[in-house]
């Protein structure tokens, strides 16, 4: 735990930090572009989400007075949650100190701590939708939560850590090795990631339709600084997973050494990995439209289907031969 | 200086329970008097506890027992370990007892009966957990469970309460049965009572088999493992709360005292299948256990179901620990072991913590379903606030203390890939995403729990004039929430500590762990995967105060109150609220084979207009080990006793005839 | 000498004096006083037998070792108790005029007929004797049974005489048989009866003969110790008859009857050792009859609607554990089996004596009539609920010690048949609590009263249990354990 | 040793040990209460005479007693005062309806059968000349349990049980030439105070379910159906 008092190392992780937190409504202003485009629409500027967060904060909030102060507290724990979450992920660089105190399980709980918060909050003003946009929320988490971890295994268990920048170290280490167990478990988190972040088919970001919201539902009665806090976190959280799949699945290009060259390389690569992901979740959301809820169940088991394989394949095919 | 420590606890509940006799008389005896003593038990056993996890193993004998056997007492690190858990709930609960009991003082309930019980559980448990022999464990074992019988027993107005305390001790007393054989195979080899006679024996595989197998369903049914658990929804909701926290919080972790003891330190060499078995009961039972909770409206009832959840949790890291232990990864074995041992004792602080909150909002309210709770988080902001600490413990949410451990069981369940069956490779795994799903669906659970009974409006007058618990009360609640989050913050300074237990049970090494200092969780090595939980907390709190701080500074700290949304259709009834009911419903759907469900819709509707007036919804769920495990043997044991019946026909010259045959018949056999 | 020749006189002359003296109104002090006289007695003879060892009387008419000798001191002790909370309960019976004066004469002087009858069987040495006197009990008990002069009770009498009275011929007959083989071997027949004698030439005596006379033996005595299927008239009796009458029935009688036979046991044993193609023919016979006994009987609990015919099925079972136990021999079985015996005959007349109290309460025996018991008398309710669990083998409680040890020692040596003795164990469980819980839980019936109890024999008796179950005297487990060596050959200690 | 070779006194003996099983038979075979109390006296009388017969033979003073205790007992006394209960009961004319006389007759010769094989290895071991007899008196004994569960009247069953004791005591003085004294009176006490408890409860019956016949006594059974387990719901 050497990398410990390296303040370069804390430094450059800060700033990372800080990249990845303001970077993440450009990746939603880049995704709202292309599905507009996508569905001939005109597409909004891409910085219509740091306009929209921005009026948010400047507007007054306001509480339900049924509300306790939890639903006060729950933005700020939603979004630190969601920020020390993506503090702990490499996106330029592996070797960051931040990296080494969080595993991907602690990640994965760090979602939930998240989601937990957010779902109460969802029931603290005591209307109808809250409720029900918390109970799906958490049905789809629950769903979601094995599939994702059975996927990770599969990595974990090739990498022999659980340790995020240990993993892609090893991966990139290893050079181009073509696992199948890699395949299914891309696919598995694909699904995992698209449920997660409340994407199409299972959920619509832009819905506010009263029996489809899933999301929605839940900050259904936040406003101002507070729901600015929520959307970002929301928008932080699609960043999280997108780094995620792109930095495990194809971890080259991200900067081993911490050089100012190596970095810039990084950003680049990073910077075109996720908009290449975009692209891809554009399509599939303007191809595909919303599901029944309780289609959405199919789908998780699906996803953990895949990660199963993904397991058995490892076992069976790569660690025998 | 530890054994006499342990001693004077076991003195002291003891003489809680001898002063509470006078309490039928003296009323206010219970409340000055032994919770008081009990709390000093509490302390004493905590402290000889934790004395004992660091120091030597340490016995003694007393004068008591059989003739030829006199009960001897002995504390290693593993017994110190149980015994700090157990002072430690105790301590709480006596805390917590005096402000909780006084709605008992007027009532018709024998507050003597309360005393001389709650005196003799504590002090069965802190004996189970010192004997040396078999027979005094075996006596101050069903010490423990008969009190605790008479605690469940304690309101027995009610049928419903008298039906569980019988199940419990029925129940009770065919686990006890079972290990009690479990020990009569381990004597018959080992040639004595003694543990240390039963460490010696060497075993052949089957009988070591069955010895296992009895520990296994006897020690299982005390901790509640599906499908063995049925007695213990019914029993925990119905005793008084702080005998609740009692029972799930500590005397399930007794009963894993017992299997521990038995499996690793008495049997000793364990076997593959041993462990793969204890890994699959544990599965099932975490995940039957969430799932069940899941549809429970009593909130007691569900924090029961919910330690069902978490014994197999528990349950699933010692069969991993028995997988290793036998495939020759002794290493892994005791990670395994430091992972159950470490949820068990994270699970007495964070169960104790909710069932005492559950207390606290039972006296408030008299009400036990979440249906008619709501909006108490307001009402009983510190209550409310512990609470949600113990919530989110349980729902294993970094940085709190059941993540900490759910964490190192991942850990160690993702070691399988050392091992050499490819069976195992892929089972061992998947086990661990059924994990995931428990843990996802605990949050859930608790996300339901908490927000239908602290948050939104109160659904009853009563939720709504619910006032501030004793100061006693909250100040316990407070202490377990305290101890929760240090546990989970800082897991490796309470990890190092039990760091004696694996060398405590037959010589096994200590896992890594700590190995790179307090800061830092490393269970197998620092490059396979590590955890900072003080970092975690400290970089959560930094982004919170950094964002706080940075909307607060200006100058609109200021919200605006308003009611709520309302689509415009007038102002919105607590009636509105999503209900517990309907919150689980998702869940109910999609794994609907795990229930019994009756679901009943009642529509009345007007007589004239024929219009819809009002909707009636009825579920019942029922557990589904009821028609498949134990209706059937209720019903073989009626339908037997009813044939037997037919030997008693009243006949007088009958019964002479099976004199006369019987003479016959012997006659004949002997010649 | 003097001491058991003080042991036996005294209820003689109690037997004498009750009959003599027409309505006596301290009749029930006198009883009490008597047997209290008897206690003392027996604890001088329980000295003097542990200050010289076994007892043997001139004429060899008597003998006391340690297997009867704490049966002598517990019967003396179980019936002083009894006799204690009898004078009350009788008061009570009287004044509710379902006995009368002349009926209370009869009852007093039986009382200590019985009791006498009961030392006689246990301190003679004579086989003969020991019938006699067993038989001697049966017709004291059974004007008792019937003193109620209900269609029940008389009933319940003709069928307790009837069977017993055919099961004490077949024991009769085991004796002769016992006698003819002795007479065969010995040069003074008239020796032939005395159990110090034929303990002696049991080696020599023809195994055939000892066979058929233990067959007959058994089934005799077996009907008195209750064992299935010849237990019938066991529950009609203790349900029918006074419940003083019951708590000594099951706590002193059943007792002296398994006495007799593993007395004749231990005979066979010696005659069948090394002969015969099954030397241990005694001890399976009666490990099969104990263990169905304690199955049949477990059953049987779940059925009753009359507490007391429950708690007598509940002897039944306790009786077929101890004749299992003894059946298995080995030394921890007997010693359980000694053990057990104690612990059953003072736990079960506390019940009987509690439910005596509760049936005052309630005023009926009916178990759907008897409710809430510890809110009307917590005493009484508290007394039968620790009883039952005490009976149903709960530590801290010495039954459980004897359990332990039973299914200890089953393990060790017929693995197999503890799943018998576990799930008999369980179903007896179920069926005693079902049928407590409502008694003694709940809200007390309207109008339903106290009534003045005697409950110190009680909790006399659970303390004692208490206290044997946490640590056995060791002048007890001295005896307990040359017992345990007169009888498996070999002790624990 | 041939039977030819016995005494004639030993002859005497086995002849009467064949009438005493006759009479068993005889007691089996009666429908009659009366009947049956006179073929149970006679069964005593010949107890007596053969325990009289085998003092002679043994040269055994003291069972001069028991023949005598036996003679006043079981042939006068008991059959005196069930005579006098039945007169008083007004049942002389009581018939007693046996399940299958036939039957039960075959079923009595079937345990004669069975006794002499149970009996068979004992018998060898006696020296004494009327060692056979073991087999007899085991079938007499058998043959008054089946009186017992074959007949209804309590009367009878009272007369079964009394001819099961005569058996035990012809084994008794016939295979070992009588118990020790104190024993025979014991038991010849026991049997007096028997008879004087029957006596009392025929009143007590009588009075209780107005008639003396047993299978009428089934109060107390465990077959009733009960009102199945009382569920305990509020």
Sequence with gaps: MADLLNLQGWLLALLQTALFVTAAPLLVGWLRLLKARLQNRRAPALTQPYRDLTKLFRKEAIVADTASPLFRAAPYVVFSATVVTAAVIPLLAVHLPTAIIADVIVLVGFLGLARFFLALAGMDAGTAFGGMGSSREMTIASLAEPAMLMAVFTLTMTAQSTNLSHAIDFLLAQGVVLRPSFMFALLALLLVAVAETGRVPVDNPTTHLELTMVHEAMILEYSGRHLALMEWAAQLKLMIYGVLIANIFLPWGIAVENTPTALLVGLGAIAGKLMLLCVVLAVSETVLAKMRLFRVPGYLNLAFLFALLGMLSHVILEVGA | ?671 | MNALLATLLIPLLGTLLMAAVPRCRIAGWINVAFAAATTLASVVLALEVLRDGPLLSNGKFFYVDAFNVYLLVLTAFVATTTAIFSRPYMDHELALGRVNSRRMRLYHAMYQGFLFTMLLALSTNNLGILWVALEGATLATVLLVSLYRTPESVEAAWKYFILCGVGIAQALFGTVLLYFSAASVLTVPEDGLLWTTLHGIAGQLDPTVMSIAFVFLLVGYGTKVGLVPLHNWLPDAHSEGPTPMSAVLSGLLLNVALYAVVRTKMLVDGALHGVSNTPQLAGYLMMAFGLLSFLVAGLFLHRQRDIKRMFSYSSIEHMGLMTFAFGLGGPLATFAALLHMTMHSLVKSAIFVTVGHATHIAGSQAIDKIRGLIRTQPTVGWGLLLGTAAIAGFPPFGLFVSEFLLLIATMQSWPWLTVALLSGLAIAFAGLFRHIHPMVYGNQPDGQQPVKANMLPVYLHLLLALWFGLAIPAVLAQWFDQATQLIAGQGVL | MNFAQFTLQEQGVVILAALVLFASFALLAQTRIIACIHAFAWQGALVAAATAMVALVANQHHLYVSALITLALKAVLIPWVLHRIVVKLEITREVETVVNPALVLLAAAALVAFSYYVALPVEKLSTLATRNTIAISMAVVLLGMLIMVTRRQAITQVVGFMSMENGLFFAAVVSTHGMPMVVELGVAFDLLVATVIFGVFFFQIRQSIDSLDVDRLSRLAETSELDEPQEERE
């Design chain 2, 1 to 671: 200086m530890a054994l006499q420590l342990i001693a004077y606890a076991v003195a002291l509940s003891l003489l809680s329970g001898v002063v509470g006799l006078a309490a039928s008389r003296y009323r206010q005896l219970l409340r000055w008097a032994c919770f008081p003593l009990l709390g000093l038990s509490g302390l004493a056993a905590a402290t000889g506890g934790l004395l004992a996890l660091t120091g030597e193993p340490a016995a003694a004998q007393l004068p008591l027992g059989l003739p030829w056997l006199a009960w001897s007492v002995r504390v290693d690190a593993l017994a110190g370990f149980i015994l700090l858990l157990i002072g430690v709930v105790v301590f709480a609960v006596a805390v917590f007892g005096p402000g909780y009991t006084r709605e008992f003082l007027h009532g018709r309930h024998s507050l003597a009966a309360l005393g001389v019980f709650t005196g003799l559980f504590v002090a069965g448990m802190q004996l189970v957990v010192i004997a040396d022999d078999a027979f005094m464990f075996m006596v101050a074992w069903e010490l423990m469970s008969l009190s605790s019988y008479f605690l469940v027993a304690f309101q027995h107005e009610n049928a419903a309460n008298r039906r569980a305390a019988f199940l419990y001790l029925l129940m009770a007393h065919v686990g006890g049965l079972a290990i009690l054989l479990g020990y009569g195979v381990l004597a018959a080899f080992g040639g004595g009572f003694t543990f240390e006679a039963m460490r010696a024996a060497e075993l052949p595989q089957l009988w070591a088999g069955v010895a296992f197998a009895l520990a296994f369903f006897g020690f299982g049914m005390k901790a509640g493992l599906v499908p063995l658990h049925a007695w213990l929804p019914e029993a925990h909701p119905v005793a008084p709360s702080h005998i609740s926290a009692l029972m799930s919080g500590v005397m399930l972790k007794v009963a894993i005292y017992g299997f521990v003891r038995v499996t690793f330190d008495l049997i000793g060499t364990v076997q593959v299948d041993w462990g793969v078995i204890v890994l699959l009961a544990g599965s099932l039972s975490a995940l039957l256990g969430v799932l069940y909770a899941m549809q429970q409206t009593d909130i007691k009832r569900l924090l029961a179901y919910s330690s069902i959840e978490n014994v197999g949790v528990i349950f699933m890291a010692l069969g991993l620990a028995i997988i290793f232990l036998a495939s020759g990864h002794p290493l892994l074995g005791s990670l395994g072991l430091i992972a159950a041992l470490y949820h068990a004792l994270n699970h007495a602080l964070f169960k104790s913590l909710l069932f005492l909150g559950a207390g606290a909002v039972i006296q408030q309210t008299h009400q036990h379903s979440l249906e008619h709770m709501g909006g108490l988080l307001k009402r009983l902001p510190y209550t409310g606030t512990f609470f949600l600490i113990g919530c989110l413990s349980i729902a294993s949410l970094p940085p709190f203390n059941g993540f900490a451990s759910e964490w190192l069981t991942l850990q160690t369940a993702l070691q399988g890939v050392v091992l050499d069956s490819g069976v195992l490779r892929i089972v061992i795994p998947v086990t661990a995403a059924m994990l995931a799903l428990t843990a996802a669906l605990g949050a859930m659970l608790f996300v339901r729990l908490y927000g239908i009974a602290f948050l939104g409006q109160p659904r009853t007058r009563q939720a709504r004039q619910a006032h501030l618990p004793s100061f006693g009360m909250r100040a316990a609640q407070g202490l377990l929430a305290l101890l929760c989050l240090l546990l989970g913050v800082l897991p490796a300074l309470s990890i190092d500590v039990m760091g004696a237990i694996p060398q405590a049970l037959g010589g096994l090494p200590e896992p890594g762990i700590t190995g790179q200092g307090w800061l830092w969780l490393t269970p197998v090595s620092a490059a396979a995967a590590s955890y900072s939980a003080p970092l975690v907390l400290l970089g959560l709190g930094l982004a919170w105060l950094l964002f706080y701080l940075l909307l607060h500074g200006r100058n609109h700290q200021r919200v605006r109150r308003i009611h709520p949304w309302d689509c415009g259709f007038g102002p919105l009834s607590p009636r509105m609220q999503y209900t517990a009911t309907a919150f689980a419903q998702p869940v109910r759907r999609i794994f609907q084979p795990v229930w019994l469900l009756e679901e009943k819709v009642e529509r009345l509707s007007d007589d004239k207009s024929g219009q819809l007036t009002s909707l009636r919804h009825q579920l019942l769920v029922t557990d589904r080990s009821w028609k498949v495990l134990y209706e059937p043997a209720g019903r073989w044991v009626i339908s037997a006793a009813r044939r037997i019946a037919l030997l008693q026909s009243g006949n007088v010259r009958t019964y002479l005839s099976y004199s006369f045959f019987t003479l016959i018949f012997l006659l004949w056999l002997i010649s």
